[in-house]
């Protein structure tokens, strides 16, 4: 009896120490060659990143043709000034991790952000919705301290592309959505969640559902990115 009370105790506690050093081993890289080379854009690193001594140079943005070339490095969001959405809209993207997880020990998401306010400063404010190689996404913002609205790891949805195997291909198109009074993600043309805008346009959340719009990476990732656009609804 005790055997079998113990095995699974025993793996539990080895699942736990597994996550930690994980944890410990995936500290944001410093991307040689960084920077930002697409005229227009600019960038910022997530406030936790500063404090650990990372730069928006240690994360890089290029431009290959027509498509967005990420590789990071810190936690980041990149936009264009002149890149605005106001009233009902639809900002996507398709993204492609080339080599999924080559960069990183465990899943890391990507997405699109709108509603982006006094961007590049302290007080800066934006929602994003990010998809993983693994099947699940989540919503998260500023405001200007971060919120998350699917909980901390998100959640599975059956619209998110699954990456065959660790170092393959996977691809996911990404929208967000405003529409009178509701902000939708969609992806691979599947809306996969949606809150009313008093659930977002509110303290400690957005400013607007106006602003800025541009990409959003977490850390030790590699990404293609191809047609960001906008479209009124």
């Known amino acids: 009896m005790r055997l079998v009370h ?17 944890a410990q081993d995936d500290v944001s890289r410093a991307i040689a060659g960084g920077g930002i080379s697409v005229p227009g854009w600019t960038g910022k690193i997530d ?11 240690d994360a890089k943005l290029m431009k290959e043709g027509d498509t967005f070339h990420v590789v990071t490095g ?11 959405a106001t009233g009902d809209y639809t900002v996507k993207a398709t993204f492609n991790e080339p080599k999924y997880m080559n960069l ?14 006094e961007m590049g400063t302290a007080n800066q404010s934006y929602l994003y919705c990010a998809a993983y190689g693994n099947g699940r996404f989540i919503v998260r913002g500023f405001g200007p301290g971060p919120f998350q609205m699917n909980g ?3 959640e599975a949805n059956s619209a998110v592309h699954q ?34 805008k008093g659930a977002l346009v509110t303290a400690g959340k957005l400013s607007s559902t106006d602003g800025i719009y541009g990409l959003r990476f977490a850390h030790n990732t590699e990404v293609m990115v191809t047609g960001l656009t906008v479209s009124k609804n």
């Open 6 to 22: 113990f095995a699974p105790l025993a793996f539990s506690v080895y699942i736990v120490l597994l996550s930690a050093l994980n």
């Open 163 to 196: 990456a065959p195997g660790v170092g393959q291909p996977v691809t996911q198109e990404i929208a967000l959505s405003v529409k009178g009074d509701r902000i939708e993600c969609s992806i691979n043309g599947a809306v996969v969640t949606g809150y009313d």
């Open 104 to 117: 990183n020990s465990h899943p890391h998401p990507y997405g699109i952000f709108i509603a982006g306010n």
């Open 47 to 57: 406030a936790s990143e500063v404090r650990a001594g990372r730069t928006l140079n």
């Open 74 to 84: 810190p936690a980041v969001v990149y936009w264009n000034p002149a890149n605005k």
């Open 152 to 154: 901390f790891q998100g």
